[in-house]
C-alpha cells in the first residue's frame, strides 16, 4: 500500500506506539485521525502532530463503548471523507494474578482490547471496502505468542485478537481490504510505566518510535504480521512450538520475581 494521500484512523492515538504511528504516517503524507478518552493528552498530542504535519484531527471518545465507537467512526467519515486504514490501537492491561484480579478489571480489558477492535471493524468495513485498497492494522502483543504468567487475560485477548484478524484476513482476500497484525514486545510507553520488569525478566524495551516504523513498513509491504524482538523472540517462539514444557520451565525459575515487578502494572 502507498501511504501518501491515505485516510487514517488510530484509536488510542494519543500516547506510546499510537502517537508514534500518527508521526510515521504523515510523515509519509497521510492524512490522520487520533482517538482517545482524554481531552486533555488528545489535544496536547494534536498540537505535537502538527509539527509533523497539518493533516491531523482528533476525536475524543472511548472505543471501549458503543457510543464512543459510534462517535469515533462518524467523526472520522466526516472530517477524512471516507477510510483507507483503520488502526486498532487503543488497549489497556491489568497485571496479576487471575484469582486476585477484579472482575471490573477483566472485563474492562476485554472490551477495549478485543471486544473494541471488533466491532469498530465491523462498522468501518462499508467505508474501508469503498476504497478499494483499504487495510486493517490490529496492534496484538508478544504476549499473543508466548503467553506469560500474571498477564492471562491479557494473552487471551490479544491472541483472540490475532486470530480475529487472520480469520478476517482470509475473509475478506480479494475484496480490497488487507489485515495486518502487529505483535509488539515490551515498549517504552507510558502504559508500561508500572511495570517494574526490566530485561532480566524478558522485558527489554524498544522505543515506540521503532516499533511505529516497522509496522508503516509492513502497511507499505501489505505484510500479514510485523513481529518485534527479533532473533531472541524468534527462537522463543520456536521453542514455545516444539517444546513448550522448556518454556514453562524457564517462567518457573523467574515467576517469584515476576510477580513482584508487574503486580502493580495497571494501564485501564
Do not use: C
Not at 507499505?220 to 504480521?225: H, N, P, T, Y
Amino acid at each position: 500500500m502507498r501511504v501518501e494521500g491515505k485516510r487514517i484512523l488510530i484509536t488510542g492515538g494519543s500516547s506510546g506506539i499510537g502517537l508514534a504511528l500518527a508521526h510515521a504516517l504523515l510523515a509519509k503524507g497521510a492524512k490522520v485521525v487520533v482517538t482517545g478518552r482524554r481531552p486533555d493528552a488528545l489535544a496536547s498530542a494534536v498540537r505535537e502532530l502538527q509539527g509533523t504535519a497539518p493533516s491531523i484531527w482528533a476525536v475524543t471518545a472511548d472505543v471501549a463503548t458503543p457510543e464512543g465507537r459510534a462517535a469515533t467512526l462518524s467523526q472520522a467519515l466526516d472530517t477524512l471523507g471516507g477510510l483507507d486504514v483503520l488502526v486498532n490501537n487503543a488497549g489497556g492491561v491489568r497485571a496479576g494474578r487471575l484469582e486476585n484480579t477484579p472482575e471490573a478489571e477483566l472485563l474492562a480489558m476485554i472490551d477495549v482490547d478485543l471486544v473494541a477492535p471488533v466491532l469498530l471493524t465491523r462498522a468501518a468495513l462499508p467505508a474501508l471496502r469503498a476504497g478499494g485498497d483499504a487495510m486493517v492494522v490490529n496492534i496484538a502483543s508478544g504476549i499473543a505468542l508466548i503467553g506469560a504468567p500474571f498477564y492471562a487475560t491479557y494473552a487471551a485477548t490479544k491472541a483472540g485478537l490475532a486470530r480475529f484478524g487472520e480469520a478476517l484476513r482470509r475473509e475478506l482476500r480479494g475484496e480490497g481490504v488487507h489485515v495486518l497484525t502487529a505483535y509488539p514486545g515490551a515498549t517504552d510507553t507510558p502504559m508500561m510505566k508500572s511495570n517494574r520488569a526490566g530485561p532480566e525478566l524478558g522485558f527489554t524495551r524498544e522505543p515506540a518510535s521503532a516499533v511505529a516504523a516497522a509496522i508503516v513498513e509492513g502497511i507499505e509491504a501489505d505484510a500479514f504480521e510485523v513481529i518485534r524482538g527479533g532473533e531472541v523472540r524468534a527462537q522463543m517462539i520456536a521453542l514455545n512450538r516444539d517444546n513448550p514444557a522448556a518454556v514453562d520451565e524457564r517462567f518457573l525459575a523467574l515467576k517469584p520475581a515476576l510477580e513482584e515487578a508487574v503486580r502493580d502494572h495497571s494501564a485501564l
